[in-house]
């Protein structure tokens, strides 16, 4: 008789130290396609910003592991995937060899630079996951350089839209889908080598989780899956269960959207009963007429991220631990738009939504939650032409300061959270664009001032070097500053400026700007903004703010206003 084969189990629920090594070739594969994409792709927007996500889905469509990438793309890719399947691509159409992609927004999308992919996966005709991969791509199309329109005013006019379809049937690859979006877009070339790079990721995933799939059987893979989910939702409802039940509201804003001059609410009411987290979204403004709406994916995403950082436990991220938030938002609402409302800048409502959910844990767990972080993905792109006529489009995202909490000051000029971008060298930058940067560096007194300061926001400053330019930018919180807690002050607004070559002013530009036309020697100049500070000013330790002197996080005279006698004995 032959002996049984040790790495071929029967199909049944893996033990505990099988299930962890499951757990973590999961894992594996997810971070090798984004490993991949990282190594392969062509824009700075990928391959240095690091602005993509990759996942892993089990066989039926729910999420069980993910790389470290942006929560604002893996929150939201397993409900993309949901829409697709109860749509136009139930599981059972789907065939070995497929790829399915979308950018639609109003079909589980995020916003049209975001084209997702995903691929089922087959071990003998049997499906057993699908890998899924989500990129922001340079440029596809619309009013603007980086497909970021300030001045849209619907969905049209925000670029080149792909609802739910086979990219690849059974192998068979739709060039002409391809041609169609590289027609659309001012960067095909880069555009066209990170998509080549997204395809050829899901590849690679495909293949590991093949090799996962026979090691230790569909079914066994399929009840480690379950386990996996299980676990994350068990963990979940014993850290809910420590937080004291009862409802909780919290109101930010946004400054307002590129079209109308007025503040948009975004409203939490916050419940926590037992082991589950109800948030309610009602009292959010309706839809704004510009572009920093988010569909119901969106918000859903931010308000998972604001929960997940509030609670603060090491729970591994995947469907299960979604399962004890509910979350409802009012159609037709800045939180939960309805079509053909524009969303490029939905991130200005998606990083406020996570602000307020954090706002109302602080009611929750007082002396516990940090004051707030900077709250906006600060977006801007330069479409330029060189002298020789070739086109090109710089896209950048910045970061600002973090908010002070009990144990430490707030980071400075720090990205992770919602987004958790990487930042772009500016040799790098230089060296493929026509600009040359003039300061890149921390914007001293833009944290405020607590017990616990806010992180500094930072200053970017370029000028153009080609012979004309045209700028866009998508920012926020130029009006309304990230709030402190605990009695911390609030930290800086952001603010965007332009200075004319051969003049020495700074003329002060509109947080939303569309096709602003810039001539060489012209300048451009961000300053981003600072965290919110946690607790009484009047608490901080004098050595501290002698510190913040000599580091240049907060100017003498700033420490002297905000601090008083302390800072002159810091002296």
Known sequence: MTAPDPIRPDPIRPDPIRLEIIRHALVAAAEEMSITVWRTSRSSVVREILDYSTCVFDANGRSIAQAARMPVHLNSMPSCLADILAGPFPIEGWDEGDVIVTNDPYAG????????????????GRLVAIAGILVHHLDVGGGAPGSYYAQAT???????RIPPL?????????????????????????????????????????????RLARRYGPDTLQAAADAIQDQSEAAMRRAIAAIPDGTWKFTDHVDDDGIEDRPLAVAVTLTVAGDTIAVDLAGSSPQAAGPVNCTLNMTSSAVICGVMMAIGADIPANAGCYRPITI??????????????????????????????????????????PAAYYGVSYAYALGS????????????????????????????????????????????????YPVRFLRYGLAPDTGGAGFRRGGTGLERSFLLTAPEGRFAANLDRFKFAP????????????????????????????????????????AIRLVTSGGGGWGDPAG????????????????????????????????
């Not at 939180?335 to 996570?354: E, K």
């Not at 911390?488 to 952001?494: D, I, N, R, V």
Request: aromatic share 6%; hydrophobic share 40%.
């Open 109 to 124: 999308g995020q916003h049209l630079p975001d084209i997702q992919t995903f691929k089922p996966v087959f071990v003998d």
């Open 166 to 210: 086979k990219l690849v049937e059974r192998g068979r690859r739709n060039e002409q889908v391809i041609q169609l979006l590289l027609r659309n877009s001012r960067e095909p070339e880069n555009v066209g080598g990170d998509f080549a790079s997204q395809l050829a990721a899901l590849d690679v995933g495909v293949a590991n989780l093949q």
């Open 540 to 571: 901080r330790e004098a050595a501290r703010v002698a510190d913040d002197v000599a580091d240049g996080y907060v100017s003498a005279g700033a420490a002297g206003r905000q601090y008083g006698p302390r800072a002159a004995a810091a002296d």
């Open 154 to 160: 619907e969905i049209f006019h925000e670029g080149f």
């Open 328 to 369: 409802a938002a009012p159609p037709g609402s800045v939180v939960n738009a309805l079509s053909p409302a524009p969303v490029a800048n939905r991130m200005a409502i998606g990083h406020r939504v996570v602000n307020a959910v954090l706002g109302a844990f602080a009611g929750a767990l007082p002396g516990q939650i």
């Open 483 to 522: 709030y402190g807690l605990e009695g911390g002050e609030p930290g800086s607004t952001g603010r965007l400026e332009v200075r004319r070559s051969g003049s020495d002013d700074w003329q002060s530009l509109p947080s939303k700007v569309a096709g602003l036309p810039l001539a060489v020697g012209d």
């Open 385 to 432: 032409r060189r002298t020789d006529g070739q086109r090109q489009v710089y896209f950048d995202l910045e970061c600002g300061g973090w908010g002070g909490h009990p144990d430490a000051d707030g980071a400075a000029a720090f990205s992770c959270g919602f987004h958790n971008i990487s930042s772009s060298p500016v040799e790098m930058i230089e060296a493929t």
